[in-house]
């Protein structure tokens, strides 16, 4: 069965600190994506990792892909509350069956 | 307008009722997408168009009828839907078929009575 798991899927953390959610899958994928979605909004897309080693960074935030590993992170660098939102995780598994598995997401607050 | 937009935002319909909610997308892609989106499950995927035709209906029960006209515009219309259907329903197109990111509405939020 094709998964795609993020943890944790709830995440409360001060601001200016430091934390990885991390996003594991179970096919073999060599593309993944990163979205964000506050409360009551779209997803709105952060990151796009197209080969293994790809590393991508904006701002206070900053996504890797290990193919290998069947691996994404998203690292969090000195959180501010700005970032406070449910951040998704979606595998691009190509063909049919629609292209992106997503993961639960994972709600991130950060407080003062 | 830019970017996908649904409408309407809200809804609130009983189960004999027929509603349709409509997404348009001003970014010249060729393929859209519906999706579900439910509390503490992941994104579901409903209904795939590319160039206006349907390539992928996942499953989806039939009282979930979605319509094409081009590939500019996407309908799901609704009709003696379930109060297990409530949900956020969000539009996506991309540039082709498969063609990985995404770029999403903010979402019709249906609540069935």
């Known amino acids: 069965e094709l998964k795609v798991e993020q943890n944790p899927l709830f995440l409360s953390m001060q601001e200016g600190k430091n934390y990885t959610i991390y996003c594991n899958y179970s096919?073999?994928?060599?593309?993944l994506y990163w979205y964000r979605q506050d409360p009551g909004k779209s997803l709105e897309s952060l990151f796009v990792?197209?080969?293994?080693?790809a590393v991508k960074q904006e701002g206070r935030l900053m996504a890797s892909l290990d193919t290998k590993a069947r691996l994404s992170t998203l690292h969090i660098t000195a959180a501010v509350h700005d970032l406070s939102a449910t951040y998704f995780c979606?595998?691009?598994?190509?063909?049919?069956?629609?292209?992106?598995?997503f993961g639960k997401g994972t709600k991130l607050s950060v407080k003062p | 307008e830019t970017g996908v937009t649904q409408t309407p935002r809200h809804l609130v319909m009983g189960m004999t009722n027929k509603k349709s909610l409509k997404c348009e997308q001003h970014?010249?892609?060729?393929?859209m997408y519906w999706y579900k989106q439910s509390a503490k499950k992941p994104l579901e995927l409903m209904f795939v168009?590319?160039?206006?035709?349907?390539?992928e209906n996942n499953s989806v029960p039939s009282r979930f009828s979605p319509e094409c006209p081009n590939s500019s515009h996407l309908f799901l219309h609704l009709h003696t839907l379930q109060p297990e259907d409530s949900a956020l329903y969000l539009c996506?197109?991309?540039?082709?078929?498969?063609?990985?990111?995404?770029?999403f509405g903010e979402g019709s939020r249906l609540t069935v009575l």
């Open positions: 996506a197109s991309s540039q082709g078929l498969y063609a990985g990111e995404l770029f």
């Open positions: 096919t073999t994928s060599d593309r």
């Open positions: 990792l197209l080969s293994n080693g």
């Open positions: 979606a595998v691009d598994i190509g063909g049919s069956q629609g292209n992106l598995i």
């Open positions: 970014l010249g892609h060729n393929a």
């Open positions: 168009y590319n160039f206006k035709e349907q390539t």
